[in-house]
T-cell receptor, first 114, second 114 residues
Framework: GENVEQHPSTLSVQEGDSAVIKCTYS??????FPWYKQELGKRPQLIIDIRSNVGEKKDQRIAVTLNKTAKHFSLHITETQPEDSAVYFC?????????????FGGGTRVLVKP | DVKVTQSSRYLVKRTGEKVFLECVQDMDHENMFWYRQDPGLGLRLIYF???????EKGDIPEGYSVSREKKERFSLILESASTNQTSMYLC?????????????FGAGSRLTVL
C-alpha cells in the first residue's frame, strides 16, 4: 500500500518568515495530494490540494509543489503569521470511480513565533 | 456546512470492555471513514465505508470492527478494548458523487483504556 513520509516533525519559524514542509510517497499511481491543517483542539481541515496533472498550485500565502518523478510534494507558507501555528498533514491517494482512501503523513507541528 | 458529529468527546474504559464510537453526518455522503490519531504517526485509517452496509479494511483494522446500517451513521467497535487502543479517534465523511475529494472530519473522540 501507499506510504507517506513527512518532514520535519516540528518546525519553528519567526513571524514573517517562510515555512516549508516536505512529503514523499511510495505509490507512483497516486495522483491526488491534499494538505490538512489542524489547529490545537480542532478538527483537521483541507487547506489546499493538488492533482498530478499540475506541478504547482497557489492560494494566497500557501502553495504546493509536486514532483512526480521524484515522488515528493511540498507545502510552502510565506509571510507566516501566528494563526499559521498548527499541525499540518500531507496525504496521498489514487482517485478512482469507486472512491479512494487517503494515506496521511505523520504530521508537522508548526510554531510561528511573534 | 457538512456536519460530522461524534457523540462522545471523551471516554474512559477498562481493558476488555466493548466500546462503541458513534459518528453521524447530515449531508447524505456516501463515504465515511474512521482514523486514529497518534503523535508522530499522523492519521491512520482503520476502516472505511463506500456506502450503506459496505465496509473495507484500512491500514490498521486489527482489534476493530465497524457497522454502517444507515447512510448517515458509521460506528466503530472495539470488541475487547486494550491499552494500546488509547488514542484520538476521528470520523470523516466525503461526498463521492461531486468529484471533490474533501474529507470533513468530526471533532474526535479521545479514548483512554485503563
Amino acid at each position: 500500500g501507499e506510504n507517506v513520509e513527512q518532514h520535519p516533525s516540528t518546525l519553528s519559524v519567526q513571524e514573517g518568515d517562510s515555512a516549508v514542509i516536505k512529503c514523499t510517497y511510495s505509490d507512483s499511481a497516486s495522483n491526488y495530494f491534499p494538505w490538512y491543517k489542524q489547529e490545537l483542539g480542532k478538527r483537521p481541515q483541507l487547506i489546499i490540494d493538488i492533482r498530478s496533472n499540475v506541478g504547482e498550485k497557489k492560494d494566497q500565502r500557501i502553495a504546493v509543489t509536486l514532483n512526480k518523478t521524484a515522488k515528493h510534494f511540498s507545502l510552502h507558507i510565506t509571510e507566516t503569521q501566528p494563526e499559521d501555528s498548527a499541525v499540518y498533514f500531507c496525504a496521498a491517494s489514487i482517485i478512482k470511480a469507486a472512491g479512494n482512501k487517503l494515506t496521511f503523513g505523520g504530521g508537522t507541528r508548526v510554531l510561528v513565533k511573534p | 456546512d457538512v456536519k460530522v458529529t461524534q457523540s462522545s468527546r471523551y471516554l474512559v474504559k477498562r481493558t476488555g470492555e466493548k466500546v462503541f464510537l458513534e459518528c453521524v453526518q447530515d449531508m447524505d455522503h456516501e463515504n465515511m471513514f474512521w482514523y486514529r490519531q497518534d503523535p508522530g504517526l499522523g492519521l491512520r485509517l482503520i476502516y472505511f465505508s463506500y456506502d450503506v452496509k459496505m465496509k473495507e479494511k484500512g491500514d490498521i483494522p486489527e482489534g476493530y470492527s465497524v457497522s454502517r446500517e444507515k447512510k448517515e451513521r458509521f460506528s466503530l467497535i472495539l470488541e475487547s478494548a486494550s491499552t494500546n487502543q488509547t488514542s484520538m479517534y476521528l470520523c470523516a465523511s466525503r461526498d463521492s458523487e461531486s468529484g471533490a475529494n474533501v474529507l470533513t472530519f468530526g471533532a474526535g473522540s479521545r479514548l483512554t483504556v485503563l
